[in-house]
């Protein structure tokens, strides 16, 4: 996790959190591999990916298919 963000001051109980995830992938550990076990952690929850490179632009969109 990079970052956790949620709520607009103390004692209060958020309406929405939202969750950093970043993962920088090795040859041993691909991409569906990660998305998989993450989705599996928090079942429901909406993800989106960001893109860093060209190549990474045409895995993610395999992977939203």
């Known amino acids: 996790m990079t ?3 949620g709520g607009e001051g103390y004692s209060t109980v ?3 959190c939202t969750l950093n995830v970043d993962i920088r992938l090795t040859p041993a550990l691909e ?19 960001s893109v860093v490179t ?3 632009r045409f895995v993610a969109e395999a992977l939203r298919r």
């Open 54 to 56: 060209e190549a990474d």
């Open 31 to 49: 991409l569906r591999g990660c998305v998989t076990t993450i989705d599996a952690a928090w079942p429901g929850t909406q993800r989106s990916l």
């Open 3 to 5: 970052a956790i963000t």
């Open 14 to 16: 958020p309406d929405l």
